[in-house]
């Protein structure tokens, strides 16, 4: 397996059951391989939705190898210090599902959680979709 390090950034998106926004968020990790960042992304998105007070999540990836390692490792304890944070995190919900899509196009939101990225901010929240995204993204 190779592992690329990069300069990497999470951005991800948090909806409603009805897809609805409730928030967006992006953090810039420094050099990490992919699979960390992604990993990263979830747990951060986990802890957002626990500071809010939500019981149950639906977490959406494509990438699969996360899903597996996370689901895999709830059988025995896992050696990884950040996996373990993301089952807890998971235990503490009432209901959660791990999911697997497909990539589709880029959308605008994307862009726009990369683009905060570039104003140097380590961490940026988005409490309200920006009017000039809502009809792209339904």
């Known amino acids: 397996m190779k592992i690329d390090f990069g300069l990497a ?11 609805g926004w409730i928030l967006g968020y992006n953090k810039n990790l420094g050099r990490f391989s992919v ?12 802890r957002i939705l626990k500071t809010r007070e939500y019981n149950g999540v639906v977490i959406k990836t494509n990438n699969q190898e996360a899903i597996w390692v996370i689901q895999e490792l709830f059988t025995k304890i896992s ?17 959660w599902k791990l999911e697997y899509i497909k990539v589709k196009l880029i959308s605008k939101l994307t862009i726009l959680l990369s ?14 979709i920006p009017l000039d995204l809502i009809r792209p993204l339904k």
């Open 9 to 19: 950034t999470v951005g991800e998106t948090i909806r409603d059951r009805h897809r």
């Open 115 to 128: 683009w905060l990225f570039y104003k140097n901010e380590d961490f940026h929240l988005v409490d309200e």
């Open 79 to 95: 050696p990884f210090a950040l996996i373990r944070r993301i089952q807890q995190n998971l235990l503490d919900n009432d209901q």
């Open 35 to 46: 699979f960390n960042a992604e990993l990263w992304g979830i747990l951060d998105g986990l």
